[in-house]
C-alpha cells in the first residue's frame, strides 16, 4: 500500500484529514507503519489511538519505534466520541508547537448503532477544529466488517481517501452534510421521570436526578458525576436555551440516562469539544459533560435541543 502519494505531499501544509480503508491485519498495517514512521522521520510528534487490539498489533510492527509514539487505547479514551477532539486529537496537537501526526480510529466493528451518529458528527467536526492547524491525521476504516453506509460516511467526513492504491481527494466530501444527516430524533422510553426546571428550581431538577440515579445504584463519584451532568445541562439550558427546560432520567443497562430538553437553537457545534484555555471564564460545562459521560447524543429540531447523557453506574 502506497500512502506517500503525491496528494500526501501536496497537503503537507496546515491540515490533512484522511480515511485509511483496509481490508485485513496485512493492509491495516501496511497503511499504518509507514505513515508513523515517516511521521518520525520527518520529526513530528506521533500519536495513535485506535482499539486496544488494533494497538497492540501496531505496536508490536513499530518494534523500537513505538517507544517514540503515543500510543492510546481509543476503546478507553474515546468510548465518548464527544470527547475525543478535546481530550485526545486536540490535546496532543496542543502539547506541541510543531506539525503533528495522529491515528484516530473511532469507527469499529463493535460500535453500537446507538453510538454511530455521535461517531460520524465527531468525525465531520474534526475539520472545523483543526481547520489551519499543521496536522494530519489518518482515520482506520475495515471495508471488510463496516457497512457500505459507514464507508459512504467516511467519504463523506475526510477530503482525503486512502487505500491500495494511494491516496486520492473523496469527491464526497460533505462534512456539515454528514453532521445533519445524523441529528436524529430521540425517542424517550415509557417510564422516564421527568421535572420542568428554570432559574430557580434547577437545584431542585438536580436533585430529583440524583436521588433517581442513586435509587439505581449508582453510588460513589459516579453519583457526584450524575449531579455534575445535570447542574451543567441545566444551567446549559437556563443560560441558552430559553431560560429553562426538561429533564428526564432513565436506568440503562449499566446506569442511568439523563437527557435535557429546552429551546435552544445552538450555533456552535463544537460547544463542549473546544479545550479550555486555563484563562478563560466559564465555557467548561458541556465540556465536562463529555469527560465523565460514556455517551451524549444530540438532537437539534425546530422547537429546541435535546442532549442526552449515558452514564455507567460504576
Keep these: 500500500m502506497v500512502v506517500t ?105 463493535g460500535r453500537t448503532d446507538y453510538e454511530y451518529p455521535a461517531c460520524v458528527q465527531h468525525e465531520a467536526l474534526i475539520n472545523a477544529s483543526f481547520a489551519g492547524r499543521e496536522a494530519t491525521i489518518l482515520c482506520p476504516y475495515d471495508a471488510s466488517m463496516l457497512d457500505a453506509s459507514v464507508l459512504a460516511d467516511a467519504e463523506a467526513t475526510h477530503p482525503v481517501l486512502v487505500d491500495a492504491n494511494g491516496c486520492r481527494e473523496s469527491p464526497c466530501y460533505a462534512p456539515d452534510e454528514a453532521f445533519e444527516r445524523q441529528n436524529h430524533p430521540l425517542t424517550v422510553p415509557d417510564g422516564a421521570v421527568s421535572t420542568t426546571f428554570d432559574l430557580d428550581t434547577m437545584a431542585g431538577a438536580r436533585h430529583v436526578g440524583t436521588a433517581f440515579a442513586a435509587d439505581a445504584g449508582v453510588a460513589g463519584q459516579r453519583l457526584q458525576d450524575v449531579a455534575l451532568v445535570i447542574g451543567e445541562l441545566c444551567a446549559n439550558s437556563v443560560q441558552h436555551g430559553g431560560g429553562g427546560g426538561v429533564l428526564r432520567m432513565w436506568r440503562s443497562d449499566d446506569g442511568v440516562v439523563c437527557e435535557v430538553a429546552d429551546q435552544g437553537q445552538p450555533t456552535d457545534k463544537l460547544a463542549g469539544r473546544r479545550p479550555a484555555s486555563p484563562y478563560q471564564d466559564g465555557g467548561r460545562g458541556l465540556l465536562l459533560v463529555n469527560q465523565v459521560a460514556e455517551l451524549v447524543r444530540t438532537h437539534v429540531g425546530p422547537d429546541g435541543m435535546t442532549m442526552r447523557v449515558s452514564l455507567s453506574s460504576s
Design 5 to 109: 502519494a503525491a496528494l500526501r505531499e501536496s497537503t503537507g501544509q496546515g491540515f490533512s484529514h484522511e480515511a485509511l480503508f483496509y481490508s485485513d491485519d496485512a493492509s491495516y498495517l501496511a497503511g499504518t507503519v509507514p505513515f508513523v514512521r515517516e511521521g518520525l522521520a520527518r520529526g513530528e510528534p506521533v500519536a495513535v489511538a485506535v482499539p486496544s487490539a488494533r494497538l497492540t498489533s501496531l505496536a508490536d510492527a513499530l518494534a523500537d519505534d513505538a517507544r517514540h509514539v503515543r500510543l492510546i487505547d481509543m476503546e478507553e479514551a474515546g468510548r465518548n466520541p464527544g470527547r475525543i477532539i478535546p481530550s485526545v486529537l486536540r490535546a496532543f496537537a496542543d502539547a506541541h508547537s510543531s506539525r503533528v501526526r495522529i491515528i484516530g480510529e473511532p469507527i469499529w466493528a
